[in-house]
């Protein structure tokens, strides 16, 4: 540096960071980030045959860094039907934990998680690789996570038969 010595301030790493993602060929997209609340208990007046739990989620846009789809599947004919994606994000991706407990302190003993619905499709975290710090400030910077899709017998978010 010389002698003009400026430490860094937030734009610089913002800058940096941005620089990193370009170069590694990640896309700024905008996507729909649906977190896990828990679960809802349908017909509780009913017998315990009749009951289900419905998942809840709190629904938000959110600014994430896509690599292009990996490890994916077609139909005959080309549709695409499931396929795992790297993602880079500023919050943590919750996925499914044996141990996972709700800020409420409900444990939650079934599969559950944070869903991002990007291009039409649901996609749930397959794998939490890790937190990445970058430059001499302490903290998460992003975190580097794998989606999978999972909806593979309809368009976009429909239900309908797995």
Do not use: C
Not at 43 to 67: C, F, G, I, K, M
């Amino acid at each position: 540096m010389g002698y003009l010595q400026s430490p860094w301030d937030i734009n610089d790493f913002v800058n940096a960071r941005d620089a990193v993602f370009s170069e590694s060929q990640w896309v700024h997209f905008q996507v729909i980030f649906r977190k896990f609340l828990g679960y809802e208990l349908m017909n509780p007046d009913r017998t315990p045959l009749e009951q289900y739990n419905v998942p809840q989620y709190a629904t938000r846009a959110e600014h994430v860094w896509l690599s292009s789809v990996k490890v994916f599947d077609t139909v005959k004919g080309g549709y695409f039907t499931t396929g795992d994606l790297d993602v880079n994000s500023f919050f943590k991706i919750q996925g499914y934990a044996p141990a996972e407990v709700l800020p409420t302190g409900v444990k939650i003993s079934e599969y559950a998680g944070d869903q991002i619905i990007w291009n039409g499709k649901v996609w749930v975290l397959s794998d939490q690789i890790e937190p990445v710090q970058f430059g001499i400030i302490p903290g998460t910077v992003y975190w580097r996570s794998v989606l999978r899709a999972v909806d593979r017998s309809s368009q976009g978010t429909t239900p309908g038969s797995k």
